[in-house]
């Protein structure tokens, strides 16, 4: 098989999957939208976490906040995380109109505990989101 025959193939599959994934725009995009927002919300009270602990002398207590990325499992949702050595939390944006929370999970193991709202939850999700950080947190800075 010639490089451009397989160029023209791999074309070809591109353009198919794209067409068929395409028809999934809107709510993917209404994912991202929705996504970035929550990251930004949980990213200001990482902040907040962050500096209290490092003016309380615990620098070594900062939790990293991933990018906002296409989930690792569901093509059509997002997801960012949240890690402090091996501990995890992932949280999960899926197009068909549900958020869920993952963890918090050390790496290397197994996800979950999960919880999962519609995206019209929005109080539900908020304190769920508390709950959830505090958990991760707290399971983050167990020596």
Request: charged share 30%; hydrophobic share 40%.
């Amino acid at each position: 098989m010639s490089a451009s025959s397989l160029s023209d193939r791999m074309a070809r599959l591109g353009k198919a999957l794209g067409e068929r994934e395409g028809e999934h725009r809107e709510a993917v995009s209404e994912a991202w939208r929705r996504a970035q927002s929550l990251r930004a919300e949980v990213g200001a009270a990482l902040d907040a976490f962050n500096g209290a602990a490092a003016r309380a002398g615990a620098a070594q207590l900062a939790v990293q906040l991933g990018t906002t990325r296409t989930d690792d499992k569901h093509l059509r949702a997002v997801q960012f995380d949240l890690a402090r050595g091996r501990s995890r939390a992932v949280v999960t944006v899926k197009s068909r109109g549900e958020i869920t929370l993952v963890g918090p999970f050390h790496a290397g193991k197994a996800e979950g505990p999960c919880k999962s709202f519609p995206y019209g939850a929005d109080d539900e999700i908020r304190a769920a989101l508390g709950d959830f950080l505090e958990k991760f947190l707290a399971e983050a800075a167990s020596p």
